[in-house]
């Protein structure tokens, strides 16, 4: 190992000359519009007193790094030449994680860097970097980047101001689409109205259908007010011992993903009557963020590769929080005059959020045609929509077809309702091929950004 200068033994300029370097040729400057750091964060890490009674003390953890980018908060313990990352240091790293929820921590000296991550009440080394010479940091930082890409997570919200129009139809079957690809996707309900929850098999659907009265109903509807889901998520997520797990259920799809050997996976964050702004009303700071805020420090991001945000047609706040949330946002549109009208308003939305947040979040991936027919009329309007909104992408089209409407009877993405229905074929083609567009878009996007 080579003798380094006595200056590395100082925690500030180890900091300064290797952890900062580190961090900005990972492409994560230390303050813009998507990642910057807390130096400093202040967590209060629990100790024994000598009455063997847990207490909170104030200790402070090096960084906090939000990378907004991609989904992801982690924290980062700097070490010295000649105080190195030992035992101690991994303990001390572990509670910080522990208690402040977060899910990765890096350790770094300037001969050795370590990922650490805390999952399942758990803190275990995920994989670590000699350091040649901390003069020169590029090789640890593409190392760091390379780790923080394989825990990248793409956020999408099908968002309109207009009822009716098709958004949860499009959530639920890009959702499938995707997990048939072998991606783990977290559908995100934000409607109170529940449907991509019910569609998913998570909201008692069955049971509702055979309630024989109005009390039986609210009965069923009662069982929810116990249970962990969306709203509770963006009010827990900043408490000590917060765990995501508890509010994600398994969607009914993922055992038939599983009998066809798919690794693709399709979970739900689910929503029910509780989902409305007053539920948020007491909180302090800026309730429109939460999602966003609670999606990157909860560590989700390591667990998934796509989460779908399913939004109300209302303007919210909890709407909003959709909104803030999601790079990608997908607006569907049916081909009518007054459909097309309601275009503007969550386009003007997309863009507020799309300048607010460095182009970091909103970017508007297309308007997606829904229900459309062969008439004059519906093709006489997606060119009015081409010419009105230039620059933003008309996407696949889906039709209108009575299948869309059997397969929502029945509460099946329109992919696995065409394999015993073979009229439904076509329209499932066209999710498929929709899903195929939003990907390669996407990639696109990331890779002239440099993601
Ligand atoms: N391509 C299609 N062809 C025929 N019917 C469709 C099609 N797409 C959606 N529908 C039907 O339109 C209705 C509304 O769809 P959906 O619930 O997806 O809209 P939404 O925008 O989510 O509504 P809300 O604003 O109430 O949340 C549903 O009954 C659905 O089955
Ligand atoms: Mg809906």
């Given at each position: 190992m080579v003798a380094l200068a006595s200056e590395w033994n100082n925690e500030a300029y180890v900091s300064l000359h290797l952890v900062q370097e580190i961090l900005r040729l990972a492409g994560l400057p230390s303050k813009s519009g998507y990642s910057h750091w807390v130096p400093e964060f202040k967590v209060k890490v629990p100790r024994f007193n000598v009455n063997n009674q847990i207490e909170e003390t104030t200790q402070e953890v090096d960084f906090l790094i939000e990378d907004i980018g991609r989904c992801l908060n982690f924290l980062v313990e700097v070490k010295t030449a000649n105080t190195r990352i030992d035992d101690d240091a991994r303990i001390q790293l572990e509670k910080y994680l522990k208690y402040s929820s977060t899910r990765f921590g890096v350790l770094i000296d300037p001969y050795l860097v370590e990922v650490h991550e805390y999952n399942n009440w758990q803190v275990k080394l995920i994989c670590q970097c000699n350091i040649e010479s901390p003069l020169n940091p590029q090789p640890v930082a593409n190392f760091l980047r390379n780790f923080l890409d394989t825990i990248r997570m793409r956020t999408i919200s099908v968002h309109t101001s207009k009822g009716g129009v098709g958004k949860t139809t499009l959530v639920t079957n890009i959702a499938y689409e995707l997990a048939k690809q072998g991606n783990r996707v977290l559908v995100i309900d934000l409607d109170d109205q529940a449907n991509a929850s019910l569609s998913l098999g998570v909201n008692k659907a069955n049971e509702l259908d055979k309630a024989s009265s109005l009390d039986e109903f609210e009965r069923i509807l009662d069982s929810f007010k116990e249970r962990k889901e969306v709203v509770e998520f963006l009010k827990d997520y900043d408490l000590p011992g917060f765990n995501y797990k508890e509010y994600i259920h398994c969607s009914y799809l993922n055992q038939l993903l599983d009998n066809i050997g798919c690794h693709g996976r399709v979970d739900v964050l689910p929503s029910s009557y509780k989902t409305n702004d007053a539920a948020l009303a007491n909180l302090i700071g800026i309730r429109e963020k939460r999602l966003d805020k609670a999606l990157r420090q909860s560590g989700l991001a390591g667990d998934y590769d796509y989460a779908i945000i399913d939004t109300p047609p209302s303007a919210t706040t909890i709407a909003s929080n959709g909104l803030y949330a999601s790079q990608y946002v997908l607006i569907p549109s049916q081909m009518e005059y007054l459909s097309v009208y309601g275009i503007r308003t969550p386009l003007k939305r997309a863009r507020e959020v799309l300048d607010e947040m460095s182009g970091k979040r909103g970017i508007i991936l297309g308007i997606v045609p829904m229900?459309?027919?062969?008439?004059k009329l519906h093709n006489t309007i997606k060119q009015l929509v081409s010419k009105t909104f230039q620059g933003i992408p008309i996407l696949p089209e889906v039709k209108r077809t009575i299948s869309v409407g059997q397969a929502s009877d029945v509460r099946q993405p329109l992919s696995l309702f065409a394999e015993q229905n073979k009229g439904a074929g076509s329209v499932a083609k066209q999710f498929t091929a929709l899903t195929q567009e939003i990907v390669s878009r996407i990639n696109q996007i990331e890779s002239t950004m440099g993601l």
């Open positions: 229900m459309t027919e062969n008439v």
